[in-house]
């Protein structure tokens, strides 16, 4: 999920972690530390197109390298989160760094990840502007509901349960659709898939050297 307003990411106090508080917190997640950039997938490519297959294997090290990768990834591109299937790993996995409407900032990783989001009587749906790393220069208003419950398991197979309102519950269940090879372009109309599809031409060559840019800055 690309950010599709300013949106900094500050070293402060009101961060949650993996889905638990914490009192500090840096700018960058350390994972992307030890991360490699790795190319993010568009629009088209039978990856993102196609459900993702469950994480059976925890605690590898193959594991670890990809959550690092996807972390740098995402910061590359400027993105809240970023689904695996987005740099052509088709595993149910997830990795955010995005701000609630409280201004409360949430960082991790999900694994084969179930949303539970609220039954009729207690859904509220928020039209909000949306883009996407794998759409990159589209941004189209998309309804989503304001709150939703991801359920899943870290890296090492520990179970954990990850509660989103405001534009995190938007980037949670964002994410979710990719893992089940669905763009947020699939929820438009057909006039504004074509709009979202004529944006990302006219402006695609300018966010790969923003981020281009971007690598360059963090890699010194």
């Given amino acids: 999920m690309s950010v599709h307003q300013e949106r900094p990411r500050p070293a402060d106090r009101r961060v949650r972690v993996q889905g638990g508080p914490v009192d500090t917190f840096p700018g960058l997640a350390p994972e992307a530390e030890r ?7 568009v629009v088209g490519e039978e990856v993102l197109s196609r459900p993702c297959r469950e994480v059976t294997a925890f605690g590898t090290a193959e594991l670890s390298t990809l959550i690092d990768d996807m972390f740098l990834t995402m910061y590359v591109a400027d993105g ?3 689904a695996a299937n987005q740099v052509g790993v088709d595993l149910r996995l997830f990795v955010y760094d995005c701000p609630d409407d409280a201004g409360v900032r949430h960082v991790g990783h999900l ?5 539970e989001l609220p039954g009729p009587a207690g859904r509220r749906l928020v039209d909000d502007a949306e883009g996407c790393l794998s759409v990159p220069g589209a941004t189209m208003s998309v309804p989503r509901t304001d709150r939703t419950v991801a359920r899943g398991f870290d890296k090492d197979g520990t179970p954990l349960v990850i509660e989103g309102t405001g534009y995190f519950a938007r980037c949670l269940q964002h994410e979710a659709d990719h893992l089940d090879g669905h763009l947020y372009l699939s929820r438009l109309s057909k006039r504004d898939r074509k709009e979202a599809l004529r944006q990302m031409e006219e402006r695609r060559e300018d966010v790969f050297a923003r981020r281009a840019t971007r690598a360059a800055d963090l890699a010194r």
């Avoid at 694994?111 to 949303?115: D, G, R, S």
């Fill in 35 to 41: 991360g490699s950039v790795r190319r993010v997938t």
């Fill in 80 to 82: 809240a989160g970023l």
């Fill in 111 to 115: 694994i084969n990840p179930v949303l």
